[in-house]
């Protein structure tokens, strides 16, 4: 557990930035100059999991299929990353930002591999999104969201009703093609890397 907890050493090297670069870039590379076919070698797509594409846990997290699905991620890295990194440190936030992000991947293909949904193909940011969002309020409980730039709320309450809509959305099948589970698994496994990394509890922190 030592081992676990032990702390990076503290630096912020604005990674939000390279990522939101990085996210930029592929988009890019695949919307505008001609390397759509690149969506197919980088997004999780279980069958092709089952036959050795595992790398594409990572990927998945840097391709989008549409302007609409990278401008509303990268807009919520950006607010909200930017805060928890500076917060954690640009190590820990790399990490907090890639294994939940992985991790979540990871849950969708054992969803999709048990349901036979091998053809299912994952992409976008938006589980490890999800998890720096439930961070963001885990680290600034009393900060106020406007939500639409118009409804203010606490973060927590922003957080809580995300997930709840999520889980609605997942159960009653609304907004096919979005990934709910995806997002769900993001905050979960969030709420998992507080309780094991930091010692630390979300709920207490969110109330």
Request: aromatic letters at 22%.
């Amino acid at each position: 557990m030592r081992i676990i907890r032990q702390p990076f050493r503290y630096e912020n090297n604005n990674t939000v930035y390279w990522l939101i670069g990085i996210n930029v870039l592929v988009f890019a590379l695949t919307n505008f100059l001609g390397f759509r076919r690149l969506i197919y070698y980088l997004s999780m797509i279980p069958g092709m999991v089952l036959r050795g594409w595992i790398w594409t846990f990572a990927t998945y997290m840097f391709v989008h299929g549409g302007l609409s699905h990278i401008l509303f991620n990268m807009l919520a890295l950006f607010i909200f990353g930017t805060q928890v990194e500076r917060q954690m440190g640009s190590r820990e936030f790399l990490t907090f930002y890639f294994v939940t992000g992985i991790l979540a991947g990871v849950f969708s293909f054992v969803v999709y591999f048990f349901t036979g949904a091998y053809g299912v193909i994952l992409l976008g940011a938006s589980g490890a999104i999800f998890a720096v969002e439930l961070a963001f309020a885990v680290f600034f409980p009393d900060s106020i969201i406007y939500l639409w730039g118009i409804l203010p709320l606490r973060a927590p309450i922003m957080v809580l009703g995300f997930t709840a809509l999520e889980l609605f959305s997942s159960i009653f099948g609304l907004n096919q093609g979005v990934a709910h589970l995806t997002h769900l698994a993001g905050f979960g496994f969030a709420w998992l890397y507080f309780l094991i990394r930091f010692g630390v509890n979300p709920w207490k922190r969110l109330f």
